[in-house]
């Protein structure tokens, strides 16, 4: 489950370095984004979610309950892959204060919820 969550968090972090592109390559950071573009950032981020829901897949997928919590991991990566294809380094700070930042969010209030489904 750490390893799962890890790699959620990670795609977002990508993201974060994706808007801080300019300021990286002007500081010396070495990031995905700064060493090999926005797009290779992306991507990465994207299999780090991929590999975020099949291990949630493997984890959960043992009773009928943990479906639930499966389809709402499936929901949150849905919506965050959705983020970092439309992120660019002239997104607004709303769109990761409350986009990026608000999936650290939503995905925990997702599987909370399917305690009442």
């Known amino acids: 489950m750490f390893s799962e969550r890890l790699l959620f968090l990670l795609s ?15 500081s010396a950071v070495r ?4 060493l090999y573009g926005i797009a290779a950032g992306k991507t990465v981020a994207i299999g780090c979610l991929i590999l975020s829901v099949s ?3 493997i984890l959960h997928r ?5 479906t639930s919590i499966i ?7 849905v919506i965050a892959t959705a983020l970092i ?7 607004s700070e709303y769109f990761y204060i409350f986009g990026i930042d608000g999936m ?4 925990p209030l997702l599987i909370y919820s399917c305690n009442f489904i």
């Open 12 to 26: 977002l972090c990508i993201v974060f370095n994706i808007r801080d592109i300019e300021h990286d390559k002007l």
């Open 31 to 34: 990031t995905i984004p700064s």
């Open 55 to 57: 291990l949630s897949v």
């Open 62 to 66: 043992q009773s009928i309950y943990n």
């Open 71 to 77: 389809l709402a991991i499936i929901i949150a990566v």
């Open 85 to 91: 294809l439309s992120c660019s380094k002239k997104s």
């Open 104 to 107: 650290m969010l939503l995905q």
